[in-house]
Structure formats: C-alpha cells, structure tokens
C-alpha cells in the first residue's frame, strides 16, 4: 500500500489489480488481494482459517457475557479483550466446550465480585443493627440520666423547703447510714 501525498488529479478507479482511492492523508494505492469470500467459503486450504474464526467468534461471546457480568464501575475495555483471549486459548488448546470456558471464566473473575457485594451487605446489615443497639441503649442512658436529673432537681427543691438543722441530719444519716446497728465482733477477738 502506497500513499501519494500532493496527487496532481483526484483519481478514483481500477487498473487491473491495483486500486486508486482518496483519504484524508492523500491518494492511496493499494494492490488487489486475489481472495475473494466465496473462496474464503469454500477453498479447503482456508479450512483451519474457518475453524479459527468460529472459535473466536464463540470467545468473543463468552468474553461479552464475562464483560457484562462486572460491575459497571469496575469494567474496562482492556479487560474485554483480554477475557476474549483467554477464552480463546481455552477453546483451542485445552478442547474446552464453550459451556465450560464460560463458567471458568466466570467463577475466576465474576463471582469474586457477587461473594464482595454479599459480604459487603451483610456488613452493612450488621452495622445497620449494631447502630439500632447503640442508639436504643444511648436513648435509654438519655432517659435515665433525664430522670435522675429531675429526681435531684425535686430533691432540691423540697431541701431548700425544708429547715436547715432538719436537712443536715437526715442528709448525715442517709449518707453514712448512722441508723445502722453496730458491726458484730468475730468469734476471734478476746472479750475485755
């Protein structure tokens, strides 16, 4: 294939086995190739070129399907073409069926994703209750200490009520429990 680059005329046509045609880089030449589709079809020395392209044609599906089954946010193309290849190489050097190179192919690179998005809400979930715990046992430690509060803020109100004397022995006796009875004496000590 050859390019003229400044053509003197625009030229478009066939002169025998060479083709003339125009571009955008400039005028280019190229030499007909004697294969034509029927020839591609039928000619038994294309026999191993058919086998390849119905076997890529079979890898290129199993690929998409792969491709397809990722999340949308982890897909690149690269990856597309290099599960193409893979299944490929399946296909034609280990004699896998078409079936078998796809779940391969699938529990290798997609059920990793399925097994993380499980994992994922199940965390989730667990958070989710974790926090519905911490949350009840917050409000209720918010409840008790507002009615603690509000016991003692009655308490104050009724001592500053109450006469002074009065206050400090109940207060005393509550506190340090002077009602009580004496400790009793071990069996250990001498009397006198």
Not at 84 to 96: N, P, S
Not at 106 to 122: D, L, M, Q
Not at 141 to 156: G, V
């Amino acid at each position: 294939m050859a390019i003229i680059r400044n053509p003197i005329l625009p030229y478009k046509r066939r002169c025998g086995r060479v083709v003339f045609y125009p571009s955008p880089a400039g005028l280019i030449v190229r030499y007909l190739n004697p294969h034509t589709r029927k020839r591609i079809l039928k000619d038994p020395r294309f026999a191993a070129f058919r086998k390849c392209s119905k076997l890529m044609a079979k890898a290129s599906k199993i690929g998409s399907a792969v491709y397809k089954a990722l999340p949308a946010d982890f897909r690149q193309f690269w990856m597309y073409r290099a599960f193409v290849g893979e299944a490929m190489k399946m296909l034609k050097d280990q004699a896998m069926t078409g079936e078998q190179t796809l779940e391969s192919l699938f529990r290798t690179y997609v059920e990793v994703w399925y097994i993380k998005a499980e994992i994922k809400e199940a965390e989730k979930k667990a958070k989710e209750q974790s926090a519905s715990t911490k949350r009840n046992k917050t409000v209720q430690i918010n409840i008790r200490r507002k009615e603690y509060d509000h016991a003692l803020t009655l308490a104050h109100i009724k001592v500053n009520r109450m006469p002074v004397n009065i206050l400090r022995s109940d207060h005393y006796r509550r506190s340090r429990n002077v009602d009580a009875d004496p400790p009793v004496k071990s069996c250990m000590e001498s009397p006198g």
